[in-house]
């Protein structure tokens, strides 16, 4: 075994040691050389190369806990080092050795393999060349990375990068190089981690901490939750509450789409499998926990992913929470999470200008605020109304800037709905959420919903002329068809618009998202339309003017305005909500 000493290159990250940073303590990563484990030589000659990217695999079979390292790794040279035959019945020709330069076991224990001077090997197509090659023993399709495996890749990623001056940008999962699943979705999930020095620390992982901990030290706890309630490392807040000697959790909160975030329609009340616990639909028939509902809560937790976009309900859920909390003298806490839009652009008609913001429906379309701070603004903006106001606690995030992206936050993506596939699906929302009040199609029931628009009557070319007249630079456009189902990845969602049709549509991309002003598209699209179908295009309502919260858009498009002039009737307005905002921002 050897041992690498890590202080050298903490050194070269944190040289200031007089600044903020904190400085880590010189430790060392063990690792089982090839004499350790009783390694064979290469059997055949290797290709020589200069290491300058990081891949991680699986091993895509169920993880071992009992056998040895050794023996895995000798298995694994056997099997590398003659032909084999593969699961699919093909035979897998003989390599020179383990393909492989590291393995980690369930252990957490970490084994050299293939010299690292040398290409890997793969049974997938890609170019191996330059990619040091780290598998992780388990199958992540189906199993959890274990916390000594994550723990570990997380030193031997930071080794590599500082001691082989490889960019944590450049790593990738095998999916990312080749078609194959590996490595897996469980830990795939959590490779933007790694790809970041100093990621975004969320409010859950504060809360555990000698400052925020006594908020609820053996209080009774009632959470406000769903299945983006993770901590980075994969835990989540339910089981850690829950596991914790010090803390009482007594009742769960689920939103829309239920605390599982699998259902696409109202909620009724369950039971946590996993805890036992009783969970109640804060989408059904109630929307804000009753005094019964709290008798056995000291303190009310808010820990639910926010997308950034004013009718997406999880804030409404909070501002409903965070009411009841003020009326039954309760404590409030959210932990906070980015936006995942950006804290930056801030754009929409106000539903209700002018006076103070207590509710949804004073906020612009997109608000660019995290759900801690527009906690704070609806708590101090009620009280400047003299309306109740709770006993607010916001744990902040540690090394979040506004201006990122959730890509760019360190943390792992997990949709947050069902129709909510990844960031592109986010950062479009905004804009074609908008189609939900008219008779065409978003792209629910796809694999890109939110990034289409679709209706049997469109001519796509036509549609995408129109679009190009607008000079959108941001946006690029495909003429495409869809068929949409009601059964999307692997979720069953409401019934979608044209649901089992193939219908023309246009897919919509985006070339600059750091410019890109979705709610000014929202109406450019509609604009668009409505020009093109008249006789065609239908208002879906009270849906639409609700989502705008106003009738004077849809008044104007109806009356011929440009999607400029339309645009330039809430500047006002949003100018004074951009005031009451700024005195409310922590970031």
């Known amino acids: 075994m050897f041992r690498i000493g890590f202080f050298v290159f903490i050194f070269a990250f944190f040289c200031d040691f007089s600044s903020s940073a904190q400085i880590i303590e010189e430790s060392e990563l063990a690792v089982i050389t090839r004499e350790d484990w009783k390694a064979n030589a290469p059997v055949l000659e290797m290709i020589p190369h200069r290491p300058q990217f990081i891949t991680i695999h699986h091993t895509g079979m169920p993880q071992k806990p009992k056998l040895s390292i050794q023996k895995k790794l000798q298995a694994l040279q056997n099997f590398s080092q003659k032909d084999s035959p593969m699961a699919d019945g093909s035979i897998k020709k003989a390599w020179p050795d383990v393909p492989y330069h590291f393995y980690i076991a369930t252990s957490g224990e970490i084994a050299e393999g293939r010299d690292i001077n040398f290409q890997g090997d793969s049974n997938t197509d890609y170019d191996l060349n330059g990619h040091i090659l780290i598998v992780v023993e388990g199958d992540f399709n189906k199993e959890k990375v274990l916390p000594l495996q994550w723990e570990s890749l997380t030193k031997l990623v930071s080794y590599i990068s500082s001691q082989y001056k490889i960019s944590r940008k450049t790593i990738t999962g095998h999916k990312d190089q080749a078609e194959t699943t590996c490595p897996g979705s469980n830990l795939y999930a959590k490779l933007p981690l790694l790809k970041t020095e100093n990621p975004v620390k969320i409010g859950a992982e504060r809360l555990f901490e000698e400052g925020y901990f006594d908020l609820i030290k053996n209080k009774k706890i009632g959470l406000v939750t769903n299945h983006t309630g993770l901590l980075p490392n994969g835990e989540h807040i339910v089981d850690l509450l829950h596991e914790n000697p010090e803390t009482k959790l007594t009742m769960l909160f689920g939103p829309e789409h239920g605390i599982r975030g699998e259902e696409d329609t109202h909620v009724t009340d369950s039971k946590d499998e996993k805890?036992?616990?009783?969970?109640?639909?804060?989408?059904?028939?109630?929307?804000?926990?009753?005094?019964?509902?709290?008798?056995?809560?000291?303190?009310?937790?808010?820990?639910?992913?926010?997308?950034?976009?004013?009718?997406?309900?999880?804030?409404?859920?909070?501002?409903?929470?965070?009411?009841?909390?003020?009326?039954?003298?309760?404590?409030?806490?959210?932990?906070?999470?980015?936006?995942?839009?950006?804290?930056?652009?801030?754009?929409?008609?106000?539903?209700?200008?002018?006076?103070?913001?207590?509710?949804?429906?004073?906020?612009?379309?997109?608000?660019?605020?995290?759900?801690?701070?527009?906690?704070?603004?609806?708590?101090?903006?009620?009280?400047?109304?003299?309306?109740?106001?709770?006993?607010?606690?916001?744990?902040?995030?540690?090394?979040?800037?506004?201006?990122?992206?959730?890509?760019?936050?360190?943390?792992?993506?997990?949709?947050?709905?069902?129709?909510?596939?990844?960031?592109?699906?986010?950062?479009?929302?905004?804009?074609?959420?908008?189609?939900?009040?008219?008779?065409?199609?978003?792209?629910?029931?796809?694999?890109?919903?939110?990034?289409?628009?679709?209706?049997?009557?469109?001519?796509?070319?036509?549609?995408?002329?129109?679009?190009?007249?607008?000079?959108?630079?941001?946006?690029?456009?495909?003429?495409?068809?869809?068929?949409?189902?009601?059964?999307?990845?692997?979720?069953?969602?409401?019934?979608?618009?044209?649901?089992?049709?193939?219908?023309?549509?246009?897919?919509?991309?985006?070339?600059n998202r750091d410019n890109f002003k979705s709610v000014e598209a929202g109406i450019y699209i509609l604009h668009a339309l409505k020009q093109l179908y008249p006789e065609k295009l239908e208002w879906r309502l009270p849906r639409l003017d609700d989502l705008l919260k106003t009738d004077n858009v849809r008044i104007a498009l109806d009356a011929g305005k440009t999607p400029k002039e339309i645009i330039q009737t809430w500047q006002e307005e949003l100018q004074a909500f951009k005031e009451i905002r700024s005195k409310y921002l922590l970031y």
């Open 275 to 511: 805890t036992g616990l009783p969970v109640i639909s804060l989408y059904g028939k109630i929307r804000k926990p009753t005094g019964e509902m709290l008798e056995e809560v000291e303190v009310l937790i808010f820990d639910i992913q926010d997308i950034g976009a004013r009718y997406y309900t999880y804030i409404k859920t909070m501002l409903l929470v965070q009411e009841a909390a003020a009326e039954n003298g309760i404590s409030f806490i959210v932990l906070d999470r980015p936006n995942a839009i950006g804290g930056i652009y801030v754009d929409g008609p106000v539903g209700k200008p002018g006076g103070p913001v207590t509710d949804i429906d004073m906020l612009p379309i997109t608000h660019g605020m995290t759900v801690g701070e527009l906690a704070i603004m609806f708590n101090k903006e009620r009280e400047k109304s003299g309306l109740t106001t709770a006993d607010l606690q916001v744990i902040p995030m540690e090394n979040y800037e506004r201006e990122l992206w959730y890509d760019q936050t360190g943390l792992p993506w997990i949709k947050p709905s069902p129709n909510m596939l990844n960031l592109t699906t986010a950062a479009f929302y905004p804009a074609t959420c908008l189609l939900e009040g008219t008779n065409v199609s978003e792209g629910r029931g796809t694999l890109q919903p939110f990034e289409l628009i679709a209706a049997p009557w469109i001519n796509p070319e036509e549609l995408i002329t129109q679009l190009k007249s607008y000079n959108l630079e941001d946006i690029s456009y495909k003429n495409t068809k869809i068929t949409p189902q009601q059964m999307v990845d692997g979720i069953e969602i409401y019934p979608p618009k044209f649901m089992g049709e193939e219908i023309p549509a246009v897919e919509m991309s985006l070339t």
